[in-house]
């Protein structure tokens, strides 16, 4: 997502893209927390955080409760 997204603002000026990236992250970033190594890393692996992008897997951003 990130190097897609800075070829389009780097090349096209598009930064639509490029923001909604950045909005992305923010978002994925702020539901990882817990007590512990494992509780984040589990999270992160039930988003798909852990797959590149030619593994077919899409990041899905769980919202934490």
Do not use: W
Request: with cysteine; aromatic share 10%.
């Amino acid at each position: 997502d990130y190097l897609v997204a800075l070829r389009k603002l780097t090349r096209e000026a598009d930064a639509h893209i490029y923001i909604r990236m950045m909005e992305r992250a923010h978002e994925l970033s702020a539901n990882v927390y817990g007590d512990n190594r494992e509780e984040m890393q589990a999270y992160l692996t039930s988003c798909n955080a852990f797959f590149e992008d030619n593994e077919g897997r899409i990041l899905q951003i769980a919202p934490r409760e």
